[in-house]
T-cell receptor, first 113, second 113 residues
Framework: NAGVTQTPKFQVLKTGQSMTLQCAQDMNHEYMSWYRQDPGMGLRLIHYSVGAGITDQGEVPNGYNVSRSTTEDFPLRLLSAAPSQTSVYFC????????????FGQGTRLTVV | GQQLNQSPQSMFIQEGEDVSMNCTSSSIFNTWLWYKQDPGEGPVLLIALYKAGELTSNGRLTAQFGITRKDSFLNISASIPSDVGIYFCAGQLRSGANSKLTFGKGITLSVRP
């Protein structure tokens, strides 16, 4: 099983550029979420979804958009990249227990210059 | 908002030693989880706890859900080099579908051979 797949693994953007981080899961999980990980900050929730067509904001949503048109996919869009968005981004999916017992992807390391 | 406290930020132990990590919160949680992150990878769930006072083992790992519901600990016995990584605690306060996870900042564990 592929589990949670994130693409790309690495990305460099210029300030002001936009891009989409892709996330797909093949476990038929209802719950999906995006986190960012910064040194000494742990994992902070950006956006999450409890099912297709339903999304909500997490702790640090500004500058990011999400949509959930299918159960499998949960892309994260950066509208106008800023250096403060340099981070490692993780997508996660889970079943039955809300966002708990989450399976994480391998991450996307994003650098904004 | 809710915060989870993990300290110290780093721990250094000798191979074969036991190590215990604590996680405390000013808020009550109904679910406590422990994750481990290897370098360059996403976090992986180690243990999930759903009931105050619960003690759960997974191989050399043992975790407990504090009876006040404001803390949890993780114990690793007879440490080995592959225990190296970042250990995160996470708490969830379920409220219907909006059951977000709050993560601690993580403890980086180093094991000297």
């Amino acid at each position: 099983n592929a589990g949670v797949t994130q693409t790309p693994k690495f990305q460099v953007l210029k300030t002001g550029q936009s891009m989409t981080l892709q996330c797909a899961q093949d476990m038929n999980h209802e719950y999906m979420s995006w986190y960012r990980q910064d040194p000494g900050m742990g994992l902070r929730l950006i956006h999450y979804s409890v099912g297709a067509g339903i999304t909500d904001q997490g702790e640090v949503p500004n500058g990011y958009n999400v949509s959930r048109s299918t159960t499998e996919d949960f892309p994260l869009r950066l509208l106008s990249a800023a250096p403060s968005q340099t981070s490692v981004y993780f997508c996660a999916s889970s079943y039955g227990q809300g966002l708990a017992e989450a399976f994480f992807g391998q991450g996307t390391r994003l650098t904004v210059v | 908002g809710q915060q989870l406290n993990q300290s110290p930020q780093s721990m250094f132990i000798q191979e074969g030693e036991d190590v215990s990590m604590n996680c405390t919160s000013s808020s009550i949680f109904n679910t406590w989880l422990w994750y481990k992150q290897d370098p360059g990878e996403g976090p992986v769930l180690l243990i999930a706890l759903y009931k105050a006072g619960e003690l759960t083992s997974n191989g050399r790992l043992t975790a407990q859900f504090g009876i006040t519901r404001k803390d949890s600990f993780l114990n690793i016995s007879a440490s080995i080099p592959s225990d190296v990584g970042i250990y995160f605690c996470a708490g969830q306060l379920r409220s219907g579908a909006n059951s977000k996870l709050t993560f601690g900042k993580g403890i980086t564990l180093s094991v000297r051979p």
